[in-house]
């Protein structure tokens, strides 16, 4: 295909995505990085029409209008890639200086000592190294959590090195037969490089969209599944991950410990303190239980001012010890209301979940025990009966 065709092409696409990441961008304009990826295809829209509008500018003003709004989009993108990471941004002042140099340099191997090869090298050497650190920012972290943020880093990689090596393809086309562009390895050269920047273009828009997806996804299933309160997992989600934990336990024939706890006289602290203290105070209590679990450990809101945990890798004992750790810890440590302290305690219930029982029977048993905790004086731990036989000789209940 003619160049210029191919030219006109690329700057179709280009500002075509430019105005679908603005369209995305101005709905959701909390995604992290969105607006600098939008930026970023707009400084190469503008890079691509200056190209077209090339023949009717000075040869002095055409490069240094190319060389900038490369350099600025990938300056940009490796923003946007660190923005969406939540990684620190850079110094501006470097990237003005950086970009201030390429673009001082080109206007010299353009009008002091002209030189077309040169000029490659600049302008494939700033956004080259900006694409590749962003590849790199992008594939920092766990690929189990946002695949396909490592199909745009794939996609930047390569289109980095492309860059970088692109100056050997110029050398190689100029070495053969037909030196000028328009005809021979030349001509075929300059078409492969707005082939490749079309294809890179049309990726990186779909990238940049994917992970705008990704983003809206996760916030979504956080939504879904988190109580806002209290930031562990909803009524729900904790039945579901019960209800997984228990289908694998049933495997391997080991019982789950399932603890449901509630804070003892807390429509007291509501009355007294006020509804915002009391909402303090589960947030209190919820970073007190965290301290108190290990990783694999999961915690969930069932509602009000109950909770529930499960241990997937504890047996009674060890159910036992973490809840009677974790009441001891809430006992002794008071929640504050500006400089007063409110006093908190909790009861707790133990079921253990084992084969052939569910995780709804489980839970209700340790409702149960906690219930009886409550009749039996508050701030005790109480196993259901099979659980209390599992974890013998311990004493059945702790008193406060
Ligand atoms: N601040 C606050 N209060 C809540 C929230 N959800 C439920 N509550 C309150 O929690 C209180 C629960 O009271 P009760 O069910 O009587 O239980 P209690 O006072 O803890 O008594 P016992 O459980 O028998 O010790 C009610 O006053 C609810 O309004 C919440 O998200 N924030």
């Not at 709804?360 to 039996?376: C, I, P, S, T, V």
Request: proline share 5%; net charge positive.
């Amino acid at each position: 295909m003619h160049s210029p065709t191919l030219t006109i092409l690329a700057a179709l696409l280009t500002a075509l995505v430019t105005a679908v990441l603005y369209a995305v961008w101005h709905f959701n304009k909390n995604i992290p990085g969105l607006r600098l990826w939008m930026l970023s295809f707009l400084c190469s829209s503008i890079f691509t029409l200056s190209l077209l509008v090339r023949s009717w500018l000075p040869e002095v003003v055409g490069v240094a209008i190319s060389q900038g709004f490369v350099a600025l989009g990938a300056y940009l993108c490796l923003l946007a890639g660190r923005t969406y990471m939540g990684r620190r941004p850079f110094s501006h002042l470097y990237a003005v200086v950086g970009i201030g140099a390429l673009v001082a340099l080109s206007v010299v191997f353009t009008v002091v000592y002209p030189h077309l090869g040169m000029r490659f090298v600049l302008a494939g050497l700033g956004a080259g190294v900006c694409y590749l650190l962003t590849a790199r920012t992008l594939a920092a972290g766990g690929m189990h959590r946002v695949p396909a943020r490592y199909l745009l880093a794939g996609v930047l990689g390569l289109h980095g090195l492309f860059l970088l090596l692109r100056p050997a393809l110029f050398t190689l086309g100029s070495a053969g037969p037909g030196v000028l562009p328009g005809a021979g390895p030349m001509a075929l050269v300059s078409q492969f490089v707005v082939l490749e920047a079309i294809v890179a273009v049309v990726l990186l828009g779909f990238g940049a969209l994917i992970l705008a997806n990704e983003f809206i996804t996760s916030e979504l299933r956080h939504l879904a599944e988190v109580d806002p309160l209290t930031s562990v997992f909803n009524r729900r989600a904790f039945f579901t991950l019960l209800d997984k934990a228990v289908s694998g336990a049933q495997r391997t024939h080991t019982p789950v410990p399932v603890l449901v706890l509630d804070l003892d006289h807390f429509k007291t602290i509501n009355d007294t303190w006020g509804h915002r203290a009391g909402d303090d105070v589960l947030r209190h209590f919820v970073a007190l239980a965290l301290r108190c679990l290990r990783k694999e450990d999961v915690m969930g809101r069932l509602g009000g001012e109950e909770f529930a945990i499960f241990l997937p890798n504890a047996g009674a004992e060890g159910a036992r010890a973490v809840a009677e750790r974790l009441r001891l810890l809430v006992e002794s440590h008071p929640a504050t209301a500006g400089v007063q302290s409110i006093p908190l305690t909790v009861s707790i219930g133990i079921a253990l979940c084992g084969p052939g029982d569910s995780a709804g029977a489980a839970l209700q048993r340790a409702d149960e025990a906690m219930y009886l905790a409550k009749q039996r004086g508050r701030n005790r731990v109480e196993m259901s009966g099979p659980a209390a036989a599992a974890a013998a000789p311990a004493v059945v209940a702790t008193a406060a």
